[in-house]
């Protein structure tokens, strides 16, 4: 159940992730310190948080505070969020607009930072916990925290620092569990390559029935053995390039699993305008989003499609032995099953027919961008444009087979699915309005036996 708005969840995406970004390389901004977002939904219940909130307003209004602020962003949704008519699923789609105020000389750098944020996210869908935690007057409140998804990332799907991957129970130990947990990855087509430093995220199931807690597992070296092991770590002030979650008390155990995907509009820059003797631009940016709980398959989860060469069918078959896999991003990727049936009638059966299945055939359909960064992107167009074709690995055949595999992944969930298939129908080539050239490609899954 939802104890927050969803417009929250954005903000805590995008304020995490530049903090981030901003721990790997300090010339992008990011941190409390440096960018503020509000979105000004805050639940005011104290007169300690109306008092804060109001200070808050002046610091934009003014542009003045006590931490030096670069930039003081707002965020809001233009309309309100729906959300769809499922008693069984939490789904809310919304639209949300950023405007990010800073001085004019920080503003190409300001740019900077939001176009690696937005390269960051966009085409992802982030994993979000809503975790129980409790303020400073023991009153119960929702906090919000990112946790990175297992495989998203350029080129080959492997483990990068700050995913979360899994449950360990109270009573286990962690070095061993976690690298059980990464070890069965290897079969699921994720590749892990630990450095001394890599940190994860993972669940802790409490003993006595109390809910799990998020936790952090860090990959150091024991000084006592100089083995390297998994160690839980806490925020003691030792570990910079870690962002910790929100600290869970005891008594308030547990969290809720959420997603959100993004998408993004380009940027508006304002003309400069002085403020308190010094020039200020604005620097606009939204997009759409959706949220649902993490039950909910989204287009997103889909993180990576490999399609790689496997054997040409003819009188004697060529089988590639190490051809090349390719991962590739879809931009559409719907799927058909059709069924070939075969009708029988009893007359017993009051003229209601029963009918036998006797095969099916599995269509996938995907469309690409045409990027000349991928061999096989290349070898399509020029089979589908050219009619250019051939029987090594770097030709296309019309009785190619392919291994094509799908990676899902969400919240240290991974499955892995490979099929053979083969082009059975057309490839189409599209010109979008925007100029960019895509690829269709229509598979059909095949069997075994030939």
């Known amino acids: 159940m939802l104890k927050t708005l969803p417009l929250t969840f954005l903000q805590q995406v995008l304020e995490q992730t530049l903090l981030e970004e901003h721990i790997k390389n300090n010339h992008f901004f990011g941190g409390q310190n440096q960018i503020a977002l509000h979105s000004f939904y805050e639940q005011l219940k104290t007169d300690k948080e109306v008092e804060r909130f109001k200070e808050t307003v002046?610091?934009?209004?003014?542009?003045?505070?006590?931490t030096g602020l670069i930039g003081n962003g707002v965020l809001s949704s233009p309309e309100n969020p729906t959300i769809t008519n499922l008693y069984t699923s939490t789904i809310i789609p919304f639209t949300w607009v950023c405007s990010i105020r800073t001085t004019l000389g920080n503003r190409d750098q300001m740019i900077e930072t939001l176009q690696n944020l937005i390269e960051k996210l966009k085409g992802r869908k982030?994993?979000?916990?809503?975790?129980?935690?409790?303020?400073?007057?023991?009153?119960?409140?929702?906090?919000?925290?990112?946790?990175?998804?297992?495989?998203?990332?350029?080129?080959?799907?492997?483990?990068?620092?700050?995913?979360?991957i899994g449950g360990v129970s109270y009573n286990q130990d962690l070095t061993t569990r976690i690298n059980s947990l990464l070890s069965s990855l290897s079969s699921k087509g994720i590749t892990t390559a630990l450095s001394y430093g890599d940190y994860f995220y993972f669940t802790k199931t409490a003993a006595y029935g109390l809910r799990p807690i998020l936790c952090?597992?860090?990959?150091?070296?024991?000084?006592?053995?100089?083995?390297?092991?998994?160690?839980?770590?806490?925020?003691?002030?030792?570990?910079?390039?870690?962002?910790?979650?929100?600290?869970?008390?005891?008594?308030?155990?547990?969290?809720?699993?959420?997603?959100?995907?993004?998408?993004?509009?380009?940027?508006?820059?304002?003309?400069?305008?002085?403020?308190?003797?010094?020039?200020?631009c604005e620097i606009s940016f939204g997009g759409s989003a959706t949220l649902c709980n993490d039950n909910v398959y989204l287009g997103n989860?889909?993180?990576?499609?490999?399609?790689?060469?496997?054997?040409?069918?003819?009188?004697?078959?060529?089988?590639?032995?190490?051809?090349?896999?390719?991962?590739?991003?879809?931009l559409e990727m719907p799927n058909g099953l059709n069924a070939n049936t075969q009708i029988n009638q009893l007359i017993s059966n009051n003229f209601k027919q029963n009918t036998h299945t006797d095969g099916t055939a599995g269509v996938l359909q995907y469309s690409f961008i045409l990027d000349k960064s991928f061999d096989i992107l290349t070898q399509w167009f020029n089979y589908s444009r050219f009619g250019a074709y051939g029987i090594t690995?770097?030709?296309?055949?019309?009785?190619?087979?392919?291994?094509?595999?799908?990676?899902?992944?969400?919240?240290?969930?991974?499955?892995?699915?490979?099929?053979?298939?083969?082009?059975?129908?057309?490839?189409?080539?599209?010109n979008t309005e925007s100029d960019v050239l895509t690829i269709g490609v229509t598979f059909q899954i095949q069997g075994e036996n030939n």
């Open 301 to 330: 989860d889909l993180i990576k499609v490999g399609v790689q060469k496997n054997k040409i069918l003819a009188d004697i078959n060529i089988t590639f032995q190490s051809a090349t896999t390719y991962y590739l991003e879809p």
């Open 58 to 66: 002046n610091e934009i209004i003014d542009q003045q505070n006590r």
């Open 126 to 164: 982030c994993d979000v916990a809503q975790l129980e935690c409790e303020d400073d007057s023991g009153r119960k409140i929702a906090k919000l925290f990112k946790v990175g998804t297992l495989g998203q990332i350029d080129g080959t799907p492997r483990t990068k620092s700050g995913d979360y």
């Open 393 to 430: 690995e770097n030709d296309i055949c019309p009785n190619l087979i392919y291994n094509v595999s799908e990676i899902w992944s969400s919240w240290g969930n991974v499955e892995k699915h490979t099929m053979l298939c083969k082009i059975t129908e057309s490839i189409d080539i599209e």
């Open 216 to 280: 952090v597992a860090r990959y150091q070296q024991n000084p006592d053995t100089h083995n390297n092991e998994f160690v839980q770590v806490e925020d003691d002030g030792t570990y910079d390039n870690i962002v910790f979650p929100p600290e869970q008390e005891p008594s308030d155990l547990g969290y809720d699993r959420f997603k959100l995907s993004m998408s993004f509009d380009s940027f508006r820059i304002d003309e400069p305008r002085t403020l308190n003797a010094e020039e200020y």
